[in-house]
């Protein structure tokens, strides 16, 4: 395909990536829910303002593909706090709505990731994360999760790897908001197969698998901090069944109230399943089992607080920003939540492909030629 004009075309990883001319290629940064980023700087700021372009894998491959893209993009575009990735532009280098394949999103770089800094700290068999760090990042992941449940989002993929952490002065982003999802009804149902493997909750693995909530941002939270406290991934799985395991060899079974929701919410034969193939196991002493010098009785207790299986039972964010741990950034003044949910009009099934298709095209021809140079984000109508 020929480059259009006011574009050129670099290559990281073998991906072909087509940017606007007066961006320079700095670096592949890695691939996300559903697409590949990379790093650049804009030359009209002499190279200080550096960014983050996401190429989207084939989102036009199918009606849902469509719909996620579009849910995406207008998350992202009402989405407005500092811990959250600030979307700038959306683009195309292609010519006519005809031809029209190829999306990608620009937001300001946030950073190294938080799996990239733990990489680094098991490779060097040192502790980079210190007590203050944790706090200060745990913080400011609950921070923004506040605001984003106030608009009745959920996360949905909350792992290491979609956090990012400046190195100067600790600042904290979420990014791919690719699986995220607005929940508007009470009863809605929501797709189970979501969040990365090993920070799937129980109750998205078995039990809840589409009537799940916010709460399952919050077991996320709590692998990704348990992961610090220990040096390494807590529910290694392999398949649903052995994550599952896992997580009752260390948090313990269902106890006889949650065995009757899941018997209530589900059948008697999940409940048979939950209860006999992976028994009623223990829980195991957090103290005895993370043994770090980050992991202080307060993180000892936040951390147990965070991965209880009842999602009735497990604090809820707000509840977490309260916590010991957290009170020396607590400020409930400083913690903005939304004046009103997100609505985005994502549900609507009569749309075809070629309608989700020429919506999004049409929101690329709104967008300002000159909007990746505008600090602010985007209106949404």
Known sequence: MPIQPGYKRISAEDITF????DYEFKAYLGNGTYGNVIHVADSYSDGSETLAIK?????????????????????????????VIRFLDIYTPDESLAKFNNVY???????????????AQKKKNVIMLRSEHLQCIFYQILRALKYLHSANVIHRDLKPSNIAITESNCDVTILDFGLARTVTEPEERLTGYVVSRYYR?????????????????????????????KGDVLFKGSAASEQYR?????CGGPDELLLHKIETQNSKVIRHLVEHKFGKGERKNFKEFFQSPVATPDAIDFLDKL?????????????????????????PDEEPVTEEPFLIDDKNDERSLMDWKTIIWNDIQDCNSTSHNNDEPMDVD
Request: charge should be negative; include cysteine; aromatic fraction near 12%.
């Open 307 to 331: 991965l209880v299986l009842d999602p009735d039972r497990r604090i809820s964010v707000t509840e977490a920003l309260e916590h010991p741990y957290l009170a020396a950034y607590h400020n």
């Open 246 to 250: 896992l997580i009752v060899d260390l």
């Open 105 to 119: 999103i620009v937001t300001r770089y946030a950073g190294k990731t938080l799996q990239a800094v733990l990489e």
């Open 201 to 229: 909750s129980p109750e998205i693995i078995y039990w809840n698998n589409e009537n799940y909530n916010a709460k399952a941002d919050v077991w996320s939270v709590g692998c990704i901090f348990g992961e610090c406290l």
């Open 18 to 21: 087509d940017i606007p001319a």
């Open 55 to 83: 190429k989207m894998y084939y989102p036009f491959s199918s009606k849902v593909q469509a719909r996620r893209l579009y849910r995406e993009l207008r998350l992202l575009q009402l989405i407005n706090h500092d811990n």
